[in-house]
């Protein structure tokens, strides 16, 4: 079990490399190696590779001897572009894409989930379990990858033949043709680099060719996240709220109370113990248990088939966990165990990553939005209603419409639900200028000429840019266009383009001196396109900030020029006045 001490004590280096980010910078501009490499952000290359994680945070369990929620699984999206005047998106027929872990600017590389032999151990999931014979991913979900492959066979880790040493570059095992988007699913990574340090947000890089030519088209690093905060020990240690001393229940106490691997085998064994003293169950003695073998998780369900079995007459993974957990009161202050309106470590940061890990690390985390803003509790996660990993708050929940047309008092709400807490109902707008492919999640979402929604936002849960500056997460869009946020740089795909209202969600050119010195004409023939994002009375809103720093023409001749910094919401007043 020496893969629980190799975690713990990591969490005080980790707590070095990184605040809310997570896993080390992003910068590293003299690193031609890790972070400039052929075909990595050329301005003037010829293509472009979009790539982004589905979820932006996945979990994983280290320990998979006891019970277990989730396995090493992970996923990596990308579109491969062809830049040009009307730019295209290639498909499986002219292009190949593939993967390799990269270090980040802190030096952290992870090249494969394999215990390293006299140095690292990162996980038991491969490992034979003694009392069966067969390995722990066997038992558990009756496949029998080979070390280092993940639970779709034939998609691995980068570096299967000799991870440590070759780092091997990975091919993408399927392209979804609806999507247009080439996929690598079930990528078994866990939070625990080459060196034994924590780092939940690795670096992959992922590299375009042609099937013809192995030179590099173009590549992007992208970050890969995966946690295992969450351990339940809080309250399942012997002595805690879950397991008190004096219980009938036969609670593990453990063989070293100063041995955080002891205390956390002791507090999984008190879950099993104290599931079949409730519910009538064997299941300390039938390890491992794999808990959605009996309670439905759609994050396990990769066909879709839905529940099966004794799945069908029991509640679902989340309902018990978030329903039947969001109705515990503490007996000592007669409230709730997880306050409602209690702060994230409190409530969701509990058992969701984390404390250290900062799941909600992007935009609207720093933005000052919690969980329960969008989610609602425990109580309407885990509600018979609620579908879990289906319905989900909406981008047009909050992102209501624009200045001519949108709900509330602002343009950006930060509540994505106007009903009860407990309820949680997503709003939806009539203004659809923001909101998602109609009865699509954003994960799956496409916009702006078929690019996939997170290509240009980021992944779900990590939404660009994040706050702390030098973060893993930051990389890609830098790379793309020069800064962090959100892709708004025409150029990043279009080699030219006509001053135009049909970009990405109706957004003008930007960065365009044509646009600087002609769009006067724009608003003599539509004062309301103007109107939607710079104001009714175009003083500037949150839609017209600039994302980086700007030099604006004034003339034809280049010779008056405006500096409007990063950040300023762009009015008529910057320069002139405003119209009649």
């Not at 001897?65 to 295209?88: C, D, K, M, Y």
């Not at 009938?248 to 099993?272: G, M, R, T, Y």
């Not at 923001?434 to 939404?463: D, K, P, Q, W």
């Not at 175009?538 to 001749?557: C, H």
Request: include cysteine; charged fraction near 20%; charge should be negative.
């Amino acid at each position: 079990m020496k893969w629980h001490r190799e975690w713990l004590t990591s969490l005080i280096i980790l707590l070095s490399l990184t605040a809310c980010g997570g896993g080390g910078g992003g910068g590293g501009d003299d690193d031609d190696d890790h972070h400039n490499g052929a075909g990595v952000s050329q301005a003037t290359g010829s293509h472009r590779v979009l790539a982004f994680n589905d979820l932006g945070m996945h979990c994983a369990d280290l320990d998979y001897s006891t019970f277990v929620i989730l396995p090493p699984f992970n996923v990596i999206h990308t579109q491969v572009i062809e830049r040009g005047a009307t730019p295209r998106i290639l498909d499986a027929s002219s292009v190949n894409v593939q993967y390799l872990a990269i270090a980040d600017g802190n030096g952290s590389i992870n090249t494969t989930s394999q215990n390293l032999a006299g140095s690292v151990d990162k996980t038991n999931f491969w490992d034979i379990n003694p009392a069966t014979g067969n390995s722990f991913v066997s038992d558990l979900f009756g496949l029998n990858p080979a070390p280092d492959e993940g639970l779709l066979f034939g998609q691995s880790m980068p570096g299967i033949l000799n991870p440590y040493n070759t780092n091997d570059a990975q091919a993408f095992n399927h392209y979804d043709p609806e999507k247009k988007w080439f996929a690598a699913d079930g990528v078994p990574i866990l939070p625990i680099d080459d060196s034994g340090q924590l780092n939940a947000y690795p670096l992959m890089r992922v590299t375009a060719t042609r099937p013809d030519n192995p030179d590099t088209l173009a590549s992007l690093d992208v970050v890969l996240p995966v946690a295992s905060e969450a351990d339940c020990q809080n309250c399942h240690a012997a002595g805690e709220i879950a397991a008190p001393l004096d219980s009938s229940i036969d609670f593990v106490l453990p063989d070293d109370i100063n041995d955080p691997n002891s205390v956390l085998e002791a507090a999984k064994l008190n879950i099993l113990a104290l599931h079949d003293a409730e519910h009538g169950t064997d299941l300390i003695n039938a390890t491992p248990v794999l808990c959605a073998g009996c309670h439905y998780s759609a994050a396990l369900d990769l066909t879709g088939a839905g529940p099966t079995g004794q799945q069908l007459r029991l509640d679902t993974m989340s309902q018990v966990m978030h329903g039947h957990h969001g109705r515990l009161i503490d007996p000592d202050t007669e409230q709730a165990l997880f306050p409602v309106d209690g702060s994230l470590e409190e409530t969701c940061y509990q058992c969701h990553p984390g404390k250290v890990t900062q799941c909600l690390r992007g935009a609207m985390g720093a933005a000052g939005i919690s969980c329960q803003d969008c989610h609602g509790s425990m109580l309407a996660v885990g509600g018979d209603e609620r579908r879990p990993w289906l319905d989900e708050p909406r981008c047009e929940s909050c992102h209501t419409g624009d200045a001519n047309s949108h709900l509330g008092d602002s343009l950006r709400l930060t509540q994505a639900w106007e009903d009860d807490i407990d309820t949680a109902t997503p709003r939806l707008a009539g203004n659809k200028r923001f909101a998602e492919n109609s009865a699509t999640l954003y994960r799956n979402s496409l916009g702006h000429g078929g690019v996939a929604c997170e290509g240009c936002h980021g992944s779900t849960h990590a939404i660009w840019p994040n706050p702390l500056a030098s973060a893993n997460d930051n990389l890609a869009a830098i790379q793309l266009q020069g800064h962090a946020g959100t892709l708004s740089e025409c150029s990043s795909c279009h080699t030219s383009l006509p001053l135009t209202l049909d970009g990405p969600h109706g957004m003008h050119n930007v960065n365009s001196r044509g646009w600087n010195l002609e769009h006067e004409e724009f608003y003599e023939d539509n004062p309301n396109a103007c109107r939607s994002c710079h104001g009714q009375n175009l003083e500037g809103t949150v839609l017209s900030m600039t994302a980086a720093d700007r030099t604006f023409l004034s003339d034809d001749d280049g010779e008056r020029t405006r500096f409007v910094a990063k950040g300023t919401p762009v009015s008529c007043t910057l320069c002139h006045e405003r119209p009649d």
